[in-house]
């Protein structure tokens, strides 16, 4: 598969994973890169040695990632296979343009197993920056040429690939929701539970395991925990009234939710299991949309304590709150991004709603759409992009956006809405 | 729906004097009794849910189930008062019945602050019905927030048939409507 380059940033660049997404368009999501990082690092992935179809499918992949990224451009890396131990004339590839160049092979191991590996070299400095090896099953070979993205990601820039990671979101098609798992890239979508009733809010746990989520299928939401690889769910809360809001606590054990059983909607902890339930806020109001901190001390929450819907913090055991956002009239949606640096949000300026990112040491807000139905956004667990859904012509579609604004990917399915992204965290 | 009320008391009333018999003496002469002034009532009957058609034919007050609501606005409106009130006297006499009460929202902001405003309408029909007599324990209110329009809409006009509560009945025996 060959890749369209464009230089110029903010080009509209179609990638075609594959002829595989093609044939599966309806249910696989597409994406589109609509805006690209200002300096984009220069990087040649050399068509890798060996298997001919695996390699093709091991380098397709890792250029599709960098690619998507937007803080790579790609070299043209010429038609010569060339594996991790070929010798390499760092001249010649530094007249091309590249900065770094990857090689590799992918080599049939015993009992059918491939072996992927790979060198990275910097190209300016004339060495290598290291190397890995893979093992992989046929059908995992996607897989494998992700880990070597994030390799080369995290060489290059010095933070975490999440090239690796997946992705929930929830696809409303012809009267049925279905809750959906895919690849960070879109590929590999299966499907976790299909309903005829909304289901919203997903959430991962800090291990990947388990999706919390809030399903209507009892005619009133309901909070589950739903185990991915064994399919078992278990109701968390539902007790009187509404359920919803789930958001895991850092180590996994308990869940914030918000419960209407005493009166209106508040803030409660409960066990992972459903045991356990305590009450966090006692406010006159609605408190809702709890997140915790990464250092799983506070709890951020959408109130409207103060007449309009507002972000505050609080400590992870309840008590006083303090205020967050000032600007405008309703500010929703909080969640802290990993690194514990910054709060994206969502907020209605004009009578648009869009997604903005604070900057938690100065406080400086900056909205970074231009869209006007964002919502329900999520961190990529590295914290440099926000996956969040919108709508365009009407439909919905997800949207990824990094921190700083400049590169935009999106994310669509063709026969139906997508909503309700949760970003899974780095693989384990 | 003071139209709907009253064709339904004299029809309920027609059907408690059936079996009475008629002093003819002290009626209407017969040739000004229009026919046509008599609604066929079903006493005891059910429809396929289980409930009393009472409840459900389009002639009965009680089958209007659906109470709406102002932009930003969270009060049962004065004309949506006689409705909760049926509902409330129903529930009074009927003490084995119970209903869920389902908030909507229209489509704006976010879906989970949309949930919990859905569920301050829910909440400010229970609160009448259970002031005008229904029990705690026969009425629960929920919120489906923006999930579930009426009318899928993204205009002013569906924006306003979403922003609603809706009562759901369940018959003692667990059949109903939720």
Not at chain 1, 126 to 136: D, E, H, K, W
């Amino acid at each position: 598969m060959k890749m369209t380059l464009m230089p110029q940033i903010f080009h509209k660049i179609l990638v075609f994973l594959s002829l595989l997404a093609a044939t599966l368009a309806h249910a696989q999501l597409s994406i589109e890169i609509t805006g690209a990082g200002a300096n984009r690092i220069p990087v040649a992935i050399a068509n890798f040695a060996g298997d001919p179809a695996a390699a093709q499918v091991v380098t397709a992949t890792i250029r599709a990632d960098l690619e998507r990224s937007g803080l790579f451009k790609l070299v043209d890396p010429g038609g010569a296979p060339l594996d991790e131990n070929s010798p390499v004339n760092f001249g010649d590839w530094k007249g091309r343009g590249a900065d770094a160049l990857a090689a590799g092979s992918l080599v049939r191991g015993a009992n059918g197993r491939m072996e992927a590996r790979f060198r990275l070299y910097d190209t300016q400095k004339q060495a290598a920056l290291g190397g890995a090896v893979y093992v992989t099953g046929n059908d995992q070979l996607r897989a494998a040429g992700h880990r070597i993205a994030d390799y080369i990601y995290e060489k290059l820039t010095g933070e975490k690939g999440v090239f690796s990671t997946r992705v929930a979101y929830v696809v409303k098609s012809g009267g049925q929701f279905k809750l959906q798992i895919a690849d960070a890239d879109g590929q590999g979508a299966a499907t976790a539970l299909t309903s005829r009733e909304p289901i919203i809010s997903p959430v991962w746990s800090p291990d990947g395991s388990r999706l919390a989520y809030v399903s209507f299928e009892k005619k009133k939401p309901v909070i589950y925990v739903h185990s991915l690889a064994s399919g078992q769910r278990q109701v968390v809360a539902n007790f009187k009234g509404s359920n919803s809001a789930p958001a895991w606590s850092p180590d996994g054990r308990r869940l914030a939710v918000v419960l209407s059983k005493d009166g209106n909607s508040q803030i409660y902890v409960v066990n992972a299991d459903g045991t356990g339930v305590q009450r966090l806020t006692q406010s006159a109001g609605i408190d809702t949309e709890p997140r915790y901190s990464p250092d799983g001390g506070s709890i951020y929450f959408t109130s409207d304590r103060g007449g309009s819907p507002q972000i505050y913090r609080m400590g992870a055991n309840g008590g006083d709150a303090q205020r967050i956002t000032f600007e405008g009239s309703y500010n929703v949606s909080p969640r802290p991004s990993p690194d514990g640096k910054s709060l994206a949000f969502i907020s209605r300026r004009d009578g648009r709603f869009q997604l903005a990112v604070m900057d938690l040491a100065s406080k400086q807000v900056q909205i970074l759409t231009d869209s006007h139905k964002d919502e329900s956004p999520s961190f990529a667990p590295n914290s440099r992009m926000v996956l969040i859904a919108t709508e365009i012509g009407g439909r919905g579609v997800l949207s990824a956006v990094s921190t700083d604004g400049r590169i935009k990917q999106r994310l669509s399915i063709a026969a139906g809405d997508v909503r309700e992204p949760a970003w899974g965290p780095f693989n384990q | 729906m003071k139209k709907l009320l009253i064709p339904a008391l004299l029809a309920a009333l027609l059907a408690g004097c059936s079996s009475t018999p008629v002093d003819e003496t002290s009626g209407a002469p017969v040739d000004s009794r229009g026919g046509s002034g008599v609604t066929p009532v079903t006493a005891g009957g059910l429809d396929s849910r289980g409930l009393p058609r009472e409840l459900t034919d389009p002639k009965s007050q009680l089958s209007q189930r659906s109470i709406y609501f102002d932009l930003d606005k969270y009060d049962v409106k004065p004309e949506y008062q006689d409705l909760v009130a049926a509902h409330a006297k129903y529930l009074v006499a009927n003490r084995g019945f119970k209903v869920l009460i389902q908030g909507n929202t229209d489509e704006r902001g976010s879906r989970e602050y949309n949930l919990s405003l859905g569920q301050k309408r829910s909440d400010a029909v229970k609160r009448s019905l259970v002031t005008l007599g229904a029990k705690e324990d026969q009425v629960e209110s929920v919120s489906l927030g923006e999930e579930k329009p009426k009318n899928p809409g993204h205009d002013e006009a569906a924006w306003a048939e979403n922003r609603r509560a809706d009562i759901l009945y369940r018959a003692p025996d667990g059949r109903g409507e939720f």
